[in-house]
């Protein structure tokens, strides 16, 4: 079968909303390494 055809406007709101999604995605895993990185530096000034 052919694809659904997509109203141009829409198909344009989609690609805005997964370059969203995607920053926002980008931006908890840059969060979510920098918050492990640090806890491993605490660590290490527990520990010595």
């Keep these: 079968g ?3 055809p997509f109203h141009p ?3 344009k709101l989609f690609k805005l909303f997964l370059v969203k999604e995607q920053l926002v995605f980008m931006k908890k895993r840059a969060y979510l390494i920098y918050f492990v990185s640090a806890s491993e530096d605490i660590w290490n000034l527990i520990e010595d």
């Design 2 to 4: 052919s694809p659904i």
């Design 9 to 11: 406007g829409l198909k």
